[in-house]
């Protein structure tokens, strides 16, 4: 009979081939044509033996029915939707025989996932499922770890079995996306393989003779290896070696093991082969429950050749054993309530630094230590509760554990509600309880630091450890910490409401009454605990103290709208406090009030110290105005200056504590220091502010902190910050000398992809320091001339004190960093050397990451190695 065909000018409609297939391609034909079963019929029953039912919809311009060859056609913009699966061709052909499907010419296949499969020519299953393709091209959208992302597969034949696995022969693999302008280029980066299987039931993807491109140049090649899938977020395997090179470890490869036991815990073993110090073991354990989550890691090392490490107390000794342990934890005990802990503990100082071990609890910069805390948290609508546990080890070799404190525990209390009728306005109620133990005293010597309780000598260099005083007297030393117990509970309950009147002005009176009680059990025996009888009487046993006070406080704006020029905003401030006199000043320990700042920030708080262990008291008036402009464009200006003013009573500033706190701070003398705030923004990205305190009598500069931050893209693509600071001397604090120093930092963004960073810290008093150091070198040579006098070298007043510069790479499917790091190791009092590190980091995005970093100083007595380390 030939062939039979139908046109059409109109495509029709799937959900009406859905309902009636057969009625709508077999109008209009011939009886013996309308015997025959059409395409969809013909299709729909060899589907129906799937267990799923699904139904075939085929549309297209044309239907071509051959007889002959017991095939089916559709030609012209075909699209076959077989359940959620989706083919689009130029033409496409059925054979009613092997029920296999053949399409041709810009064919299109999508898949339930979403994953679009294009070839010039395709021959599949009446199910999509199984088939071959020719020319295929693959792109699939994922979303790993909530980012979106797009992978491609690339080859010349594939062949899919069962819609599960995807056989690519001569196969390419990449995230890039391609060359806009230029399409034929290679990506980026590719992964070429004479086989690449992609199994969706397994979620992974095997490479057979497999080579790495990056620029369409090979830079490794694999025999056989395989990935996860890259919407797989978990998977048991090997992850990323690394490797460790340094005449302390000797040669080394650490090779994590990654184990998913389950999709709530999971464990990863991380063995570091060296040739010097044999294996350091590492392992972490994770695991997630319902209310919250726990971490454990643990590590340590036999060390074969211990004595590399320098002897105490400059470094671990010979110590075989070395380790850390490692935990943290969160869990929601309920809406409102959460407990947790982040704990370490080491089996010596210098262990984690040695071994190259991070955590987040430790601090790296300028003083290193581990903190180690426990916590329980509830928080209310306008309540808190914070309990928490804190245990300090010091990192640096000149930490001296006995004088780290033990706090256990911290308690704060807050709660504000509605004040009662009549008084209105706001109640709050605050508590804190803290109980600290500590075994040695700290002791500091003022105006600086000439004496050591240890000064041991390597190489013949003298490093001085645990500073201490020369003379245990008043004005010449100060406590920082009190060996021994103190134990403190303060209660504050406040009252405060504002008030407007009809001219404008803003009155809010308030009221509070502090109570402190201490329990203080000094220990004054062993160390130089006894020195402490010279300096105070401390108030032993149990004493306490009671603060109430009145005040008031008053505003009045005055506001002027010009217009264009903007709203403009006079406002005078003024503050009086009415409380009696601070009792018990430099006869109890203060441990959390020793960072006194005066400025703008604390020139209106009731209380201007920043702990409970010291109350300020006295008759008090603070004094100052405000001047405000807003305008229509987004400009902004704030300035403020004003000062404090001890009106009667005893000044709690003017008389020094144990550690000396509120000496030299701006507040000691009757009328304080002048304080002022200057801050502009002409538009939301760009803000600079001003902070200065000058002198009550003369109007010098005491205190000046400035900056700019500004954001300027879309007008230029570049991020950065300058700041500058400067601080007067506060001998009475063991600062002789001024402090002073610039900050600053950039990103600029070259193109889209490319950009450079860096930041830099400069310290413009380091030569003061040097100075320092040479006098107090050259007084002991004086006293004991013994060996060569000492040489002064004169400091470099812009001293590069760390510094950060990089650039890279970054776009959609790939991310590449250089960087160089130098910042300061302290050696000895006022001397410093260089840790410089330079970090090469390269992220093939769905394929893994490397990061390789090479240490380029020699090791110092502080990392207690006595040799030099390249790692």
Not at 120 to 134: A, H, K, P, Q
Not at 143 to 160: C, L
Not at 226 to 241: K, M, Q
Not at 831 to 851: D, F, K, S, W, Y
Request: aromatic share 12%.
């Amino acid at each position: 009979m030939g062939r039979v065909v139908r046109r059409s000018a109109l495509r029709v409609a799937s959900p009406v081939l859905a309902t009636l297939p057969a009625l709508a391609l077999a109008a209009g034909l011939p009886d013996a044509a309308r015997a025959q079963p059409t395409l969809n019929d013909r299709i729909n029953a060899g589907a129906s033996k799937s267990a799923n039912q699904q139904r075939l919809l085929v549309e297209a311009q044309e239907l071509v029915y051959d007889n002959d060859r017991n095939t089916v056609s559709a030609v012209g913009n075909a699209e076959l939707h077989y359940g959620a699966r989706t083919l689009l061709a130029d033409r496409v052909r059925y054979d009613r025989d092997s029920g296999r499907v053949f399409a041709e010419g810009n064919v299109r296949l999508t898949d339930e996932t979403g994953a679009i499969v294009t070839g010039d020519r395709m021959e599949l299953t009446d199910d999509f499922r199984n088939g071959f393709i020719d020319s295929l091209r693959l792109q699939q959208t994922i979303s790993p770890r909530g980012r979106v992302a797009r992978v491609r597969f690339s080859a010349p034949r594939a062949e899919r079995v069962d819609g599960e696995t995807t056989t690519f022969e001569r196969g390419t693999y990449t995230a890039c996306e391609p060359c806009k302008d230029h399409p034929e280029r290679p990506p980026l980066w590719q992964v070429k393989a004479a086989r690449i299987i992609h199994n969706n039931q397994e979620r992974r993807i095997y490479y057979e003779d497999a080579s790495i491109e990056i620029g369409g140049i090979p830079v490794a090649y694999l025999p056989y290896f395989y990935t996860s899938d890259p919407t797989v977020r978990r998977e048991t395997g090997f992850l990323t070696p690394h490797f460790v090179n340094s005449s302390v470890f000797g040669y080394g490869i650490g090779t994590p093991f990654f184990w998913n036991i389950a999709p709530d815990y999971d464990l990863t073993v991380t063995p570091t082969f060296s040739t010097k110090q044999g294996v350091l073991g590492q392992l972490e354990w994770r695991q997630r429950l319902a209310n919250g989550f726990y971490n454990l890691r643990l590590s340590g090392i036999f060390q074969s050749t211990p004595s590399v490490f320098l002897a105490s107390p400059l470094g671990p000794g010979d110590r075989e054993f070395r380790g850390s342990i490692e935990s943290a934890g969160q869990f929601y005990l309920s809406p409102q309530w959460r407990a947790g802990w982040d704990v370490v503990g080491v089996t010596d100082k210098w262990f984690l630094d040695n071994y190259r071990i991070r955590n987040q609890a430790i601090s790296t910069d300028y003083f290193r230590e581990a903190v180690s805390t426990a916590y329980l948290i509830g928080q209310g609508d306008r309540s808190w509760f914070e309990a928490r546990a804190y245990y300090f080890k010091g990192l640096s070799t000149y930490d001296w554990q006995k004088q780290q404190p033990i706090v256990a525990p911290v308690i704060d209390y807050d709660k504000r509600v509605n004040g009662p009728d009549p008084l209105g306005g706001e109640v709050r109620v605050q508590m804190n309880f803290q109980n600290l133990t500590r075994d040695a005293t700290q002791y500091q010597e003022v105006p600086r630091t000439r004496s050591y309780l240890l000064s041991p000598s390597l190489y013949g260099i003298s490093y001085p450890l645990y500073p201490t005083c020369t003379v245990f007297e008043r004005g010449q030393c100060v406590v920082r910490g009190l060996a021994g117990t103190d134990t403190r509970l303060s209660t504050q309950v406040s009252w405060r409401r504002e008030f407007i009147d009809e001219f404008g002005q803003v009155w809010q009176p308030f009221a509070y009454l502090r109570t402190d009680a201490f329990y203080v059990d000094p220990n004054t025996r062993s160390y130089q605990n006894s020195q402490i009888t010279n300096l105070f009487s401390p108030d032993v046993d149990f004493s306490g103290r009671v603060t109430p006070a009145v005040g008031l406080e008053y505003r009045y704006p005055f506001v002027a709208d010009l217009g264009g020029l903007g709203v403009h905003t006079v406002t005078p401030i003024a503050q009086v406090i009415a409380r009696p006199s601070e009792t018990h000043i430099g006869r109890l320990p203060n441990e959390d009030a020793q960072s006194l700042v005066f400025d703008d920030t604390s020139l209106f708080q009731w209380d201007k110290f920043s702990g409970y262990d010291r109350v300020e008291g006295g008759v008090r008036a603070n004094l100052g105005a405000e001047y405000a402009i807003t305008t229509r464009t987004g400009f902004h200006l704030n300035a403020m200056f004003g000062e404090s003013i001890a009106v009667a009573g005893v000044n709690s500033f003017r008389r020094g504590d144990i550690a000396n706190v509120g000496l030299n701070s701006g507040l000691e003398t009757q009328g304080s220091d002048f304080v002022s705030r200057l801050q502009v923004s002409p538009n939301q990205n760009i803000s600079f502010i001003t902070r200065a305190r000058f002198d009550n009598d003369t109007f010098a500069l005491k205190r000046l902190e400035t900056g700019i931050f500004a954001k300027l893209s879309p007008f230029l693509p570049l991020d950065t910050s300058l700041l500058y600071a400067r601080y007067a001397a506060q001998p009475a604090l063991g600062y002789d000398y001024r402090r002073e120093g610039i900050q600053a930092a950039a990103t600029y963004s070259i193109t889209p992809n490319w950009f450079i960073t860096g930041s830099l810290l400069l310290d413009l008093s380091h030569y003061l320091e040097v100075r320092d150091q040479y006098a107090a070198s050259l007084d002991a040579y004086l006293l004991n001339p013994v060996g060569t006098p000492p040489v002064y070298a004169k400091g470099n007043k812009f001293y590069v004190s760390s510094a950060q510069f990089g650039f890279g790479y970054r776009d959609e499917c790939t991310t590449v960093s250089l960087s160089y790091y130098t910042s300061p190791i302290e050696t000895a009092v006022g001397l410093r050397e260089r840790n410089q590190t330079v970090l090469l980091r390269l992220e093939l995005r769905t394929l893994g990451e490397a990061n390789l970093r090479q240490n380029l100083n020699s090791s110092t007595t502080t990392d207690g190695i006595a040799t030099t380390t390249v790692r």
